[in-house]
Every structure is written in structure tokens, then in C-alpha cells.
């Protein structure tokens, strides 16, 4: 696949000291999983709902917030599913992490499909483009793919010569998919119409990370894992910026995700497990919430201004987030 050279240079912003971060007054809370098996990646249907997966438990499940009520869904074995996403008509759709496929679950009695995705042997993350697409990561197949959930045809791409662990992936403003390469220190952007791809570098070489995120402006977002920071690069310039987490080196950053204020959330996944916010109008950390254990992904409802989240504690979580 045709690489588009690197657009603008990426320059690297004084480093930022640790900032004190407050702990919010916020509506916090967490729900255990009688299955257990590392719930993660929750969802919220149409209905309300709260899709999860179980993903060493090889299973599908939603939490009614309503009744507080769980229900599961058997699948494929050997599927461990990684990541679920509901679409408009209530369509559950999963990517089976251990047996290369993506499957759509019509809970209303339509059935369960799987669709085989070749040479992505591992479907990680996706999301929806708003398209009729689903876009996909493999990481260990060091592949982007791209499902038409209508004719069900599945594009692929490989973003690196080298392996790269395609990880993360948003779509941003203009309808482009981004990825975060965890194996290396570069997002990439893939062009929807010709599947080339460009790659952004983050502030450093020993950069690594797993979850992106984008905003209105444009700007994207990445979190640091092995540094503990808090990232952006600018698409128009290359340029990047860092803030410092308020765990500081070791405190893992993992999730990220963005508020319908347009700040963002990460998780802290190090011996200490948080949930931080993030503003980036006043550039503090306004939030920091302990939490039952590591939050790998999670999603922000904004209907219902609640954010959610599945915790290696066998648990689901919400987080209503207050008004700045």
C-alpha cells in the first residue's frame, strides 16, 4: 500500500510539569459482572442498553441501566470477542479477536452472522464511519480493514512495512480514519477514497501508544503509555504537545475518549487506577476518580452526558459527567 510522506515536521513543545489535578464530586459508579471474564468496551444501544464483551469469557451481554439488570449471549467459541459497537437499527456488531472474523448479532430474533475478515486474523477495535463502513484494527496481523456492512466485502490494508500493532482508531471530522501504530511512536490517517495512508509522529521515539481521540478542532489526541503523557499532534503542521498525567511515569495511560464539551478522558492503568479529565480550553486536569481496576476503552453517551467503561475487575462502570 502506497505510504504519503510525512506531512509537516514534528516539533516537540517544552516539557510541562506535573499539574494538581482535583478530585470531582462526580456520579460514579460500578456494577459487578457475574461472569466475569475482562468486561470491556461497553456500548449503549438505541434502547438504552449497555452492550459489553466478556472477552475471556467468550461472551456478549448487556446491562439494563434502567432495571439494573443483566443479560448474556452465547457466541463462537474460541471468538474472544475484543470490542462491540451498536449501530442506528440496534444491530450488535463484534470483532472476534481469536478467530478472524466480525460478528452481527440481531437481538430482536434475527440471528447471529460472522463475516471471515482473510488476513486480519485478529479484528481489535472499530467503528462506524457513518457510511454504510465498519473500520477495523488487527494489531497482530498489522492490518486497517474496512467491512461494507451491506455488501459485507472487507477491504484491508497493511499501514507499516514493519509489524506495528495497529491499535486504536477514530474517525475524525472529515470522515478519515486515524490509527494509533502502538508498536511505534506514529498515528497514521488513512484515506477513505484511495486507502493511502500518512503517518504523524508523536513527541518522542519511545512514544508508544494504544487509544486516540480527536476533536472539533481537528487536533488529534494520544496517550502515552510507557511515559505517562498526555499527547496532541496537529494534522495541518505535525507539531505536538504533552502534558504530563497526574500519575506522572508509571501511571500507564490507556483509554481515551472525549465529553460533548470537547474534553477528554483517559484512564491511569498503573498501580493506582484512574479516570482523568482533561480540559483542553484551560489545559488542567479537572477530574481524577479512582476506579476498580484497568479501563482499556470506553465510550461517552452523550444523550445521556454519561460516559462508560468495563474494568478488568469484572465490572461495568458510568461516569455522568458534570458541566464545566
Known sequence: MRLVMLVGAAVLMAWQPPVAAQQNNVDLKEWSVEWGGRTRDPAVAPD??????????????????????FKRYEIEEGTNPHSVNVDSNGIVWYTGNRNGRIGRLDPNGGGLKVIMTGEAKDPHTHVFDGKGNIWFTSQGSNRIG??????????????????????????????????????????????????????????????????????ADGMMWYVDEPRGYLGRIDPKTGATKEWVTPGGAGSLPYALTKDDQGRLWFSETGPVKRLVGFDPKTEQMFSVNVVSGNIRHMQYHAPTRAMWFGTDANKIGRIVVPRS
Not at 449497555?50 to 467468550?58: D, I, L, P, S
Not at 474496512?146 to 482508531?169: F, H, Q, W
Open 146 to 215: 474496512r467491512l461494507n456492512m451491506k455488501t459485507e466485502k472487507v477491504d484491508l490494508i497493511t499501514p507499516n512495512a514493519a509489524p506495528s500493532n495497529p491499535y486504536g482508531i477514530v474517525i475524525d471530522k472529515d470522515g478519515y480514519p486515524w490509527v494509533a501504530l502502538f508498536r511505534t511512536n506514529t498515528l497514521v490517517r488513512v484515506d477513505p477514497n484511495t486507502l493511502a495512508v500518512t503517518p504523524f509522529k508523536q513527541a518522542t521515539e519511545a512514544s508508544r501508544s494504544r487509544r486516540i481521540e480527536t476533536t
Open 48 to 69: 438504552g442498553k449497555v452492550w459489553f464483551v466478556g472477552q475471556a469469557g467468550n461472551y456478549l451481554a448487556y446491562f439494563d441501566p434502567k432495571s439494573e439488570q
